[in-house]
């Protein structure tokens, strides 16, 4: 084992001036980092353990938002009323993924700052730019059926494992960290990720020590909220494709769509454009196929991930049918 020294803090402050020491790293719930320290892929020198900081809370904001603090469990999130009653699509996303045994560890933050589950950045025998930059990519031309189609460099065409992330994408989450100078600052989910290019060692654009302290949620949005996922089992496995959906049928037209995809990229996978398409429109088959072809326009697999791209584009059409139908029955 590589010594560490291990520090559990009670003020924000204090952690995050630990954590902004060369080769720190926050732990709370630990499913993922353990695991990454057990085969010597991560190698910090200090733990900072988060969970004696007051980020535990999920609080309801008198705007309608939903305040979620940074250590929240993943099944205590999916199951608590307000989540259920306000954003059952967060809760879907959050039943999804893992086990029933991982969830009652696993934080939010955690769950947002997970590494990705490529085989290749496991097996520290082969070449990976994300563990190792500069070392290659072994999954362009190896195993890689879990792979991006879209967002992917020549350094990395890795995918971002998490299911809450792509659900919190549709609902417009925003991100409240605390920096190493003690200063607040709000992230949208969409800019917390960074794209591979030449350094995917680089994932986040969070700086060394910055720690999330919460994820915030806007207002409930109208109409339908959907989560679908492929996978290859029904549980404990990670998205081939998943979609999170909002969308309402308002007027006999598409109003406040919200598509994100998951298992196609390096982050949740938004297409504005797609979005805009759709919103005011009437629902058409014709319609939701010409929004699944834009929404995968420019998308390219490496082989053994070329079926993503089909699947990606009828999981879209799919979902959107089945809320138009639904939001159409209830307002008719």
């Not at 520090?7 to 695991?35: C, H, K, W, Y």
């Not at 999920?58 to 705007?63: P, Q, R, V």
């Not at 109409?223 to 998943?242: E, I, N, P, T």
Request: hydrophobic share 45%.
């Amino acid at each position: 084992m590589i010594p560490f020294t291990y520090e559990r803090p009670t003020a924000l402050r204090e952690a995050v001036a630990a954590a902004a020491q060369p080769d720190a790293r926050f732990i709370a719930g630990g499913t993922n980092l353990l695991d990454l320290m057990k085969l010597q892929i991560e190698r910090p020198t200090r733990l900072v353990d988060v969970n004696a900081l007051p980020l535990q809370g999920i609080e309801a904001g008198a705007d309608g938002t939903l305040r979620i603090g940074a250590t929240v469990r993943n099944s205590d999130l999916a199951a608590h009323p307000l989540v259920r009653e306000r954003y059952p699509l967060l809760t879907r996303a959050l039943l999804a993924g893992a086990s029933a045994q991982i969830r009652n560890k696993a934080t939010t933050a955690g769950n947002l700052l997970q590494r990705t589950r490529c085989p290749y950045f496991y097996d520290t025998a082969m070449p990976c730019n994300k563990r190792s930059p500069g070392s290659g990519c072994a999954a362009l031309r190896g195993f890689n059926r879990m792979h991006a189609v879209v967002g992917h460099s020549e350094a990395c065409i890795a995918v971002h494992p998490s299911d809450m992330a792509v659900a919190l994408s549709a609902l417009d989450a925003r991100i409240e960290t605390v920096q190493p100078d003690g200063r607040m600052r709000v992230i949208p989910i969409q800019q917390l990720y960074r794209a591979p290019g030449q350094t995917p060692h680089l994932e986040t654009n969070l700086a060394p020590g910055e720690l999330i302290g919460a994820v915030v949620l806007p207002p409930p949005p109208p109409g339908v909220q959907s989560y679908r996922k492929v996978r290859d089992r029904a549980s404990f496995a990670f998205a081939l494709v998943s979609v999170a959906l909002v969308a309402q049928v308002d007027g006999g037209r598409m109003q406040n769509v919200r598509a994100a995809f998951g298992g196609i990229a390096y982050r949740p996978w938004r297409v504005p454009e797609v979005e805009a398409m759709l919103t005011g429109k009437a629902p058409s088959a014709r319609l939701f196929a010409r929004a699944a072809d834009a929404a995968l326009a420019g998308a390219r697999g490496f082989g053994g991930n070329d079926f993503k791209i089909p699947l990606a584009r009828q999981l879209l059409q799919a979902s959107l049918t089945q809320a138009s139908q639904r939001d159409g029955a209830h307002h008719g």
